[in-house]
């Protein structure tokens, strides 16, 4: 009879999990050229990671030391699925999103990952820019500072309006040479 008990807290904890990740999985976070939502860029890293953590739950990998990232202005980051952020000296200094579509983000503006470059030409106007480098990359100034990000497929062309919204970047997100 011991067992049971041990069952009974298993299937718990197993349903606290599936409950809190269904309402994670609804949240939505908003890219702005200085962060998402309440973690802004320069944030302390215990501060940025128990946000991140009470709005989605535990992360994907733990955090970790990066010392091949150290010259880039990177020395630490930590994944929830297709979300990174990345620290330098305890504070943190980047966000990517992508690939992928968890969690649930959208620029301010309601750029999406997936979207086309010509939804987020329309989104942007002007203020949008692109470039060949990287295999193809997009930027966009805002009041409080520069979002950006890959563009896929990843080629050495001048990107078409047809190229899709890859990844959406905000601050230092590492080496460029070891980006896609």
């Given at each position: 009879m011991?067992t049971?008990?041990l069952?009974?807290?298993?299937?718990?904890?197993?349903?606290?999990?599936?409950?809190a990740?269904?309402?994670h999985?609804s949240?939505t976070?908003?890219?702005s050229?200085?962060?998402?939502?309440?973690?802004h860029?320069?944030?302390s890293?215990?501060?940025t990671?128990?946000?991140?953590?009470?709005?989605?739950?535990?992360p994907?990998t733990?955090?970790?030391?990066?010392p091949?990232l150290?010259?880039?202005?990177v020395?630490?980051?930590?994944?929830w699925?297709?979300?990174?952020?990345f620290?330098?000296?305890?504070r943190?200094?980047?966000?990517?999103f992508?690939?992928g579509?968890s969690?649930?983000?959208?620029?301010?503006a309601?750029l999406?990952?997936?979207n086309t470059?010509?939804?987020?030409?329309s989104?942007?106007g002007?203020?949008?820019t692109t470039?060949?480098s990287?295999g193809g990359?997009w930027?966009?100034a805002?009041?409080?500072g520069?979002i950006?990000g890959f563009?896929?497929p990843?080629?050495?062309?001048?990107?078409?309006s047809s190229a899709?919204?890859?990844?959406i970047?905000?601050?230092v997100?590492?080496?460029p040479?070891l980006?896609?």
């Amino acid at each position: 009879m011991r067992t049971r008990p041990l069952i009974v807290v298993v299937a718990l904890l197993l349903a606290s999990n599936v409950a809190a990740s269904t309402a994670h999985a609804s949240t939505t976070l908003i890219v702005s050229g200085n962060g998402i939502n309440d973690v802004h860029l320069r944030a302390s890293e215990s501060a940025t990671v128990a946000t991140v953590t009470r709005v989605l739950g535990r992360p994907s990998t733990k955090l970790a030391a990066t010392p091949m990232l150290t010259l880039c202005g990177v020395s630490a980051t930590i994944r929830w699925s297709s979300m990174d952020l990345f620290f330098n000296h305890q504070r943190l200094v980047g966000i990517s999103f992508g690939p992928g579509h968890s969690p649930n983000v959208r620029t301010a503006a309601g750029l999406r990952l997936g979207n086309t470059l010509g939804r987020a030409r329309s989104l942007y106007g002007r203020k949008l820019t692109t470039s060949t480098s990287q295999g193809g990359a997009w930027f966009v100034a805002t009041p409080v500072g520069r979002i950006e990000g890959f563009l896929n497929p990843s080629t050495a062309r001048t990107p078409t309006s047809s190229a899709r919204i890859w990844t959406i970047d905000v601050g230092v997100v590492g080496c460029p040479a070891l980006s896609p």
